[in-house]
């Protein structure tokens, strides 16, 4: 497979390569000129490497993997912190399914708060209202509440986040939980979904904090959303931190998702359905880590991309129409071991609800159970990127071991 040099594509001056899977896949300029700008930044370590599914983003592209050396940029980790996949084969067969998948639609919504109204307070739809039962909150309070009071302790404007009323929902936007079938007729649940508004109200602070940094020592930067925080400094450790448990309580809030869906989906057809095997997979696509590539140990802040060492398994979505894939990764070093975490957006959602229409998008989302109407047509399979262009271009990246094709999909 082919690893195009973007930089030579643009005429671009930076102080590292891009190396871009990007072959055979729309990249607009907006997010060429980002990549530049990254890799432009003193402390990036090697290159910058380009996912196919890459698209414009705050300060940094959607679909980046950016290794760095003394340095993080809260920007190309983003604001949803931790928004990742999770994704289980489950016993129900295809044949075992109803002609009509409604029910089971409304059963997922009525179990798994999603979306947003009365701006976020407290009559939000999005959000839980009930509390939860004991085992979950004795499991939140151990896990992640001692944790969370040292960081706003510390960052008391972090503080007014929702975050137990949060555990447990979906979130707007192209956030999705969705009933599939693979290749061999078996039943799968899958969802899409991240640390919700404490990752937000996160993300969001630190940017700022970096934004603060970069005034007060008069950095001047190609663009002020790659504002960044010193290595040893006490922003950058209290960052780290908070997206740690950022990316904690994303993945417990997919945990907690899958398993009541998993229950609304029984509910709905009268009978137990069950996780098959021990394999869940679930995995985060906006998020940093410390990681060794080339000789070094570094910072790596996916955004919009998965981690794919030798053998670890990822999911892929494609659009609400499209296929998705569950892969394995065959740990490809130009890539610091990394692939792409959907098909990526192929325009913006103003753009999207401007050109489709309700009847494109019903047509286009023909046997799939879902919603189809004029509140959606920004997450309509022609805003997206073709999947099959993306997975061609990224063939020495992943394998995949299943194929999934969405028969119900919620959406946020």
Known sequence: MKILNIPDLVNGITRVPIKGWVEGVEVEDEALEQLQNVARLPFIHKHVAVMPDVH?????TVGSVIATRGAIVPAAVGVDIGCGMMAVQTNLRANELPDSLLL???AIEAAVPHGRTDN?????TGAHREEFPHATKVAWYERLAARYNVITEKHPAIGK????????????????????LDENDAVWVMLHSGSRGVGNKIGTYFIERAREHMRRWF??????DLAYLPEDTQDFNDYVEAVGWAQDFASANRRIMLARSINAVGQALGRDVQPVGSTIVNCHHNYVAIEHHFGANVYVTRKGAVRARE???????GSMGAKSYIVRGKGNAESFQSCSHSAGRRMGRKEAKRVFTVEEHAKATAGVECRKDASVLDETP??????DAVMA???DLVEVVRTLKGVVCVKG
Do not use: M
Not at 161 to 166: D, F, G, K, L
Not at 382 to 387: D, E, M, P, T
């Open 120 to 124: 976020g307070g407290a009559n939000d």
């Open 393 to 395: 271009a990224q063939e």
């Open 382 to 387: 022609g805003a997206y990127k073709s999947i």
């Open 104 to 106: 089971v639609r409304r």
């Open 56 to 60: 414009w983003g705050i300060g940094a």
């Open 161 to 180: 986040a929702r975050t137990v009323s949060q555990l447990g929902t979906l979130g707007t936007g192209n956030h999705f939980i969705e009933v599939c």
């Open 311 to 317: 053998g670890d398994l990822g999911i892929i979505p």
């Open 219 to 224: 950095v001047n930067l190609p663009d002020v």
